[in-house]
């Protein structure tokens, strides 16, 4: 729980409340009086800090080693004194998926690569390789980089409940692994795959159908197949190949924040680091793909102080439902370590249904709170996405949002942090989340995100709390209290099975817990 130091919350305590403020197009790539303007529109909304787009292009690492300031750069070091003038603090979006998704359609400037992975067909394609450590220094730098030489002292400040000084870092924002195909690519997946079977090459073979003889015979493209529609409905060794294919990403991303999160803190001690790891919900994206990232909240909580996304008031197929809020927070709520959750909203969506026609942000901003959030990021101001503009929201829309963070704040002072209260457990479909595809396989993956909201909202209907459990969590014992546990929909479990899992299931069914499945 976060209380923040800026200057515009003056003597009132006030959650950390931090609203993302793009400057890649007009007007606010050029104008500084519309940037002056939208400065003090989000300070009167009731947010107090901004966060700036500003992830490892070549003309920021231009600019911290010369000082030659592109336009995009000089624009936010305006942003920046404009933001200083009415109180508001300076966030960073400072890592991003494959590099940058605007170069060169939007931003003439290329992301800053050290050696991008090699694609399919053997040449260079955009994207991090997450296991290489020079890369992994370079977003360490580049992240110290930006709150030392660009932020400096109008960088966000805010206090934890026990008085420690902390600074909001917005983070990676859509972080996602790549397979590269070339000898380093294959190398270290094969020896990710070496351990996985225990160097038996006949394990190996009998799970992908093949007569390789050593690990090493096979091409990196055989190891990683291109997923169809029909292998979906098929199943399969490419499926089980596939299972492997997400496994290794979902190693491979833990490591790269393990190392990447220690030397972030090391170079900005009191750095407080909340992800977005989907901009499109987690559970219930209904429409950019985020399947085969290797996302996994629960492994990237570990690390972080918040592993967060933003979330929206839609379910699996876009339609308008207020639970999907609430739901999605309570997936955060067991991913987050500690009882500190900076939950993500984005306010918007005008052309795929205008959700926010129905239900009001505030609203939204409640149901965060019930479901534990106790600080709050949004997008955002100025975005290319369908919304995410604040600066042609209606006024009632905007009145919404201030009041909203006004209520968010003044309530959670009396509440204090969510009082965990063990009812229903619903079991995160781990298997299926893991492996599914929307694109290819889109009526199992919204039916069977939508089976959990079905559940979590029947349960909220009752006034029963309800929780989610992973797998290892119920390995670890997590089912103890709890009345009734929830096994949803996971029609893809047959292929990531949980032996172990499933006797805790038995000794809680026998131990006399109620099941529905």
């Known amino acids: 729980m976060l209380y923040s130091r800026e200057s515009c919350t003056g003597d009132k305590k006030r959650p950390h409340f931090s609203l993302w403020f793009g400057n890649f197009f007009e007007p606010y790539f050029s104008d500084r009086k519309k940037v002056a303007e939208g400065m003090r529109e989000i300070a009167d909304m009731g947010f107090n800090s901004i966060i700036l787009d500003s992830k490892l292009w070549e003309d920021f690492t231009r600019f911290f080693e010369t000082g030659e300031a592109s336009p995009y750069v000089a624009m936010q070091q305006y942003m920046i004194e404009e933001a200083k003038k009415c109180g508001l603090g300076i966030n960073f979006l400072t890592l991003f998926y494959n590099g940058d998704n605007l170069y060169p359609h939007i931003r003439d400037s290329a992301p800053d690569l050290l050696h991008p992975v090699t694609g399919r067909d053997g040449k260079p394609f955009r994207g991090y390789r997450h296991w290489d450590l020079a890369q992994t220094e370079a977003m360490a730098v580049h992240t110290e980089r930006l709150y030392r030489l660009l932020a400096k002292d109008a960088a966000a400040k805010a206090v934890d409940e026990t008085g420690v000084e902390r600074t909001p870092c ?104 909340y992800d977005c790891v989907s901009q499109w919900k987690y559970l219930l994206p209904d429409w950019v793909e985020i399947s085969e990232r290797g996302l996994d909240l629960w492994r990237l909580g570990k690390y972080l102080d918040c592993p967060s996304f933003y979330t929206l008031p839609a379910d699996a197929y876009g339609e308008t439902n207020g639970y999907a809020v609430s739901c999605e927070m309570a997936v955060l709520r067991s991913a987050c370590r500690q009882e500190d959750l900076t939950g993500g909203l984005f306010l918007g969506r005008y052309l795929y249904n205008d959700i926010y026609n129905t239900v009001t942000p505030a609203e939204m901003m409640a149901s965060a709170l019930g479901a534990g959030a106790t600080d709050l990021f949004f997008y955002g101001y100025s975005g290319l996405d369908d919304g995410g503009n604040f600066g042609k929201w209606s006024e009632d829309r905007k009145c919404s949002v201030r009041q909203g963070l006004d209520w968010f704040a003044r309530v959670r002072e009396l509440t204090g942090k969510r009082v965990k209260k063990k009812q229903a457990a619903i079991l995160f479909p781990y298997a299926s989340f893991t492996m599914d595809n929307r694109r290819l396989n889109e009526e199992d993956f919204r039916a069977g995100r939508n089976d959990c909201l079905g559940y979590y909202q029947q349960l909220a209907d009752m006034g029963i709390n309800a929780d989610f459990v992973t797998p290892e969590q119920v390995r670890d014992g997590a089912l103890e209290g709890y009345a009734l546990v929830i096994l949803p929909s996971n029609p893809l479990y047959r292929y990531l099975p949980d032996g172990p899992m499933e006797e805790m299931l038995r000794a809680y069914v026998q131990a006399g817990g109620h099941m529905v499945a």
């Open 170 to 273: 917005y983070f990676y924002h859509s972080p996602g692994v790549m397979p590269s195909f070339d000898e380093d690519g294959k190398r270290v997946y094969v020896n990710w795959l070496r351990n996985r079977y225990q160097e038996n090459i006949d394990a190996l073979n009998r799970e992908y159908g093949a007569e390789w003889a050593s690990f090493d015979a096979p091409d990196m493209r055989d190891l990683w197949p291109e997923m169809t529609r029909e292998d979906y409905r098929n199943g399969g060794a490419r499926m089980r190949m596939h299972r492997d294919n997400m496994l290794f990403r979902q190693e491979i991303m833990e490591s790269f924040y393990r190392e990447l999160t220690v030397r972030v803190r090391k170079r900005l001690p009191g750095i407080y680091l």
